[in-house]
């Protein structure tokens, strides 16, 4: 299994960017996808995660309402919209993927994914 993210950036407080991850070597449409983040000096976080079907999401209490994560199965590919960014979005995201296929549950802890990609660094200016 391979992800790969992209379409992290440096961008001004209150702009917006979107990342991109796709993934390879597997069939996509079956397993859970979530995005982390991860700050200098500190730990890698959860930022939201969707079930395998898509039907379902999940977003930590400091970006909800200003992120949105969706998947195309069609091009394997998991995206994070990211509105109204802040300084305190500043972080390198890395995508990540379950390993249990049609998983019905969402999943918000770094240790329940499998598979991550190499990250996308996103820095917000003040």
């Known amino acids: 299994v391979q992800l790969q993210a992209s379409g992290g950036g440096l961008v001004q407080a209150g702009g917006s960017l979107r990342l991109s991850c796709v993934a390879s070597?597997?069939?996509?449409?079956?397993?859970?996808m979530g995005w982390f983040r991860q700050a200098p000096g500190k730990e890698r976080e959860f930022v939201a995660a969707?079930?395998?079907?898509?039907?379902?999401?999940l977003y930590a209490d400091s970006v909800k309402g200003r992120f949105t994560i969706s998947r195309d199965n069609a091009k394997n590919t998991v995206s994070l919209q990211m509105n109204s960014l802040k300084p305190e979005d500043t972080a390198v995201y890395y995508c990540a993927q379950k390993s249990t296929p049609y998983d019905s549950h969402i999943y918000k802890y770094t240790d329940d994914y499998d598979y991550w990609g190499q990250g996308t660094l996103v820095t917000v200016s003040s």
């Open positions: 969707t079930t395998w079907s898509g039907s379902s999401t």
């Open positions: 070597g597997r069939t996509f449409k079956s397993y859970g």
